[in-house]
């Protein structure tokens, strides 16, 4: 899998944008981008994943450029709650059993302040 | 509610001794996982099943094992032979264990050994 070079921390006020970038200029045509997040102590949160187009959903956005060599994550409106480490990774499509295994960089930790 | 459960969610054992870490899915998942996080580091696969009754050993497979009697429950018993099994435990699953398949997380056991 590719390696992702991600901010080793970010701080945003409530109520902005969070805008995580993330850099995976290695990365193949046929792997993924995903993010997830985990706060303190508890278990990895999938937020969003895409290949090559835009995606949104109801948590966040995922914005890649078009040659593919970075993204950013954007969370619309943060709160407090969206307090923790942000895992951008890349995953190559096709591979099961053990090869789909999840590969987590150092992430980047956002701190949301009041 | 469908999701991932785990339990418990702290556990404290002596050294010397096995335990088995729960992990259990409502979400008619066929693959299922294993991992382990360190303070301040990624996640490392230990064991990975994609059907009932197989198994395959994941990157730090030694002094763990694993069994997949029903589709729903993967328990993971750590063992003595284990040699530093302190660690945050994750149980997670995916549809059908292929490459781009999305892996959604337990809320973890944090095992401590005395």
């Known amino acids: 899998d590719a390696k992702t070079t991600q901010p080793t921390s970010m701080d945003c006020a409530e109520g902005r944008a969070a805008n995580l970038p993330c850099n995976h200029s290695t990365i193949s045509g046929n792997e993924y981008v995903y993010w997830y997040r985990q706060i303190h102590s508890q278990g990895p949160q999938y937020i969003i994943h895409g290949l090559k187009n835009n995606e949104t959903n109801e948590m966040a956005s995922l914005i890649i450029t078009e040659d593919r060599k970075s993204s950013t994550l954007i969370l619309p409106h943060a709160t407090l709650r969206d307090t923790a480490v942000y895992y951008c990774i890349v995953r190559v499509i096709g591979q099961g059993g053990t090869a789909s295994k999840l590969t987590f960089g150092t992430g980047t930790r956002l701190q949301v302040t009041l | 509610d469908g999701g991932i459960t785990q339990s418990p969610k702290y556990l404290f054992r002596k050294e010397g001794q096995n335990v088995t870490l729960s992990c259990e899915q409502n979400?008619?998942?066929?693959?299922m996982y294993w991992y382990r996080q360190d303070p301040g580091q990624g996640l490392r696969l230990i064991y990975y099943s994609q059907i009932v009754n197989d198994f395959q050993k994941g990157d730090i497979a030694e002094g763990y094992s694993v069994s997949r009697e029903k589709k729903e429950s993967f328990p993971l018993t750590v063992t003595s032979a284990q040699k530093n099994p302190t660690a945050f435990y994750l149980c997670?699953?995916?549809?059908?264990?292929?490459?781009?398949?999305?892996?959604?997380f337990g809320p973890g056991t944090r095992l401590t050994v005395l």
């Open positions: 979400l008619n998942h066929d693959a």
């Open positions: 997670a699953s995916s549809q059908s264990g292929g490459g781009a398949d999305t892996q959604y």
